[in-house]
């Protein structure tokens, strides 16, 4: 399938559904990846991927940057990665600073 019918597919869903693979059961999909210099568009769920790599990854990044702490909670938020998942991978402390400040904020 290509990116254009899937495109045309999910245009027929709710877009606040949530995308999952394989089942109505299945893992969430959190990321869509494109290789560099070859063809081909893959899709990601939290088993796929190093979470604990990911999001330390951009939380420093976020910090080295300067970037807006409510746009990168936003971000993470709108591709799936709660609180939950934050804590299980990057720990309490992460988490609880990432629930405070989406709960003063609005985001949750």
């Known amino acids: 399938m290509t990116v254009g019918t899937l495109i045309k597919y999910l245009q027929k869903y709710d877009e606040n559904e949530i995308v999952r693979l394989h089942n ?5 999909v959190l990321f869509t990846l494109q290789a ?3 063809p081909g568009v ?3 769920t939290e088993s796929d991927t190093d979470m ?3 999001i330390n990854a951009r939380l420093e990044d976020a910090v080295i940057n300067d970037a807006d ?3 990168v909670y936003s971000l993470m938020l709108e591709q799936g990665i709660n609180i939950n998942m934050v804590e299980k991978y990057a720990g309490c402390d992460v988490a609880n600073k990432m629930r405070s400040y ?3 904020h609005g985001l949750l």
Not at 24 to 28: L, M, Q, R, V
Request: proline fraction near 5%; hydrophobic fraction near 20%.
């Open 102 to 104: 989406c709960k003063c």
């Open 24 to 28: 109505i059961d299945g893992e969430p």
């Open 69 to 71: 702490e409510g746009e």
């Open 36 to 38: 560099v210099n070859k």
């Open 52 to 54: 604990s790599e990911e």
């Open 42 to 44: 893959w899709l990601e």
